[in-house]
């Protein structure tokens, strides 16, 4: 049977939808409604009550079954899709069955190895690592997943070095605290010696880390011009390098849309969504200030999304959130499953980021 009792989590997300616990059903309704959710998660076809009443350890009768799923459907947690069929779920059904859950299921063994393994290679450039990481939740929950990238403007220089290529060329190299790494080529002069570019990235260094991409400011002159040369060509060179236009997007297993949907139009519609960066980052912050972790049907606020359920989870560098984890399937979602790859997914990649 699927576990009760609804944890701290369920009870955020109940106070952020306005629903209070005296509106709770009783204890028998409850386990009904969640059997015919769990039931139709997994064969996608109307419940009956012979076959609820059948459910293992329930011990009602079927004529039992049959009045409480009709007042279930009176309350509006059940619908009936044809005269004589049996009932599915509506999103008030699936909220119900979500926030009776006391906490996300644990991944299975093999999951488990595929996020170790993920995690342990997990290095380089932030958007390859990002991009890589939308592919795994989506290959561990079988549905379309999303990862939001850091924004510069929110993340600080870690670290900076000033290198020689060649005899006219020369790359500024920028850590930022959220993992990413900006690379710029500046142009040198004759004069640009090694000793001049110790000493830039050092006057650099003392200026810029602790500061966002976007707070660079002016640099006091040092007595040396060509010292001071190669940092107004390093400064120039950030401050017209990094991308303002917004937070990066990734999404991966948008193949897996086909296969989680039988009407096209739907999966048209998703897929549409999902190909609008503003969109999606709009979406997903909506959901996390609502206090929520899974949006269902309407709850998105999107009208195209009203057969989609949105399990989201933030993901922190040095203890800050700085993006966002989630995945997007129907409101027929396994909901326990989901809830815990986003969970494990987003704890390993802040891990990931912070340690660099």
Request: charged letters at 20%; aromatic letters at 4%.
């Amino acid at each position: 049977m699927p576990r009760g009792g609804p944890d701290g989590l369920a009870t955020d997300l109940r106070r952020g939808l306005g629903i209070l616990p005296s509106a709770m059903l009783d204890d028998r309704k409850a386990a009904i409604l969640r059997v015919v959710v769990e039931e139709y998660i997994e064969t996608a076809q109307p419940v009956g009550s012979a076959m609820v009443a059948r459910w293992p350890g329930l011990g009602v009768s079927s004529a039992t079954v049959r009045n409480d799923m009709g007042a279930l459907e009176r309350d509006g947690y059940l619908v009936q899709p044809h005269t004589s069929a049996g009932r599915i779920p509506t999103d008030k059904g699936y909220r119900f069955f979500v926030d009776s859950l006391t906490q996300p299921a644990a991944l299975g063994p093999a999951q488990n190895q595929q996020v170790r393994d993920f995690f342990s290679h997990a290095h380089g450039e932030l958007e390859r690592v990002l991009h890589d990481t939308s592919r795994l939740l989506s290959n561990l929950t079988d549905y379309a997943a999303v990862v939001i990238a850091p924004s510069h403007d929110m993340t600080t220089v870690r670290a900076l070095h000033l290198v020689g290529l060649g005899p006219r060329v020369g790359l500024v190299v920028v850590v930022l605290s959220n993992g990413a790494v900006e690379k710029r080529v500046v142009d040198l002069t004759p004069e640009a010696t090694e000793a001049r570019l110790s000493a830039a990235a050092s006057r650099l260094s003392a200026h810029l880390i602790g500061c966002t991409l976007n707070q660079l400011g002016t640099l006091d002159p040092t007595g040396d011009g060509d010292v001071d040369a190669l940092c107004d060509a390093a400064m120039e060179a950030l401050s017209g390098g990094h991308d303002n236009d917004g937070d990066q997007v990734f999404v991966g297993g948008t193949a897996r849309m086909a296969g989680a949907f039988d009407a096209v139009h739907t999966v048209r519609q998703v897929l549409s969504i999902l190909e609008q960066q503003y969109v999606v980052v709009s979406l997903l912050r909506d959901v996390l200030d609502r206090g929520l972790s899974v949006a269902i049907g309407t709850e998105t606020g999107m009208q195209p999304l009203a057969d989609c359920s949105l399990v989201v989870a933030p993901y922190e560098v040095e203890g800050e959130p700085v993006g966002t984890v989630g995945v997007l399937g129907p409101t027929r979602m396994r909901y326990e499953q989901a809830l815990a790859a986003v969970a494990v997914v987003s704890k390993r990649l802040g891990k990931a980021l912070t340690e660099g």
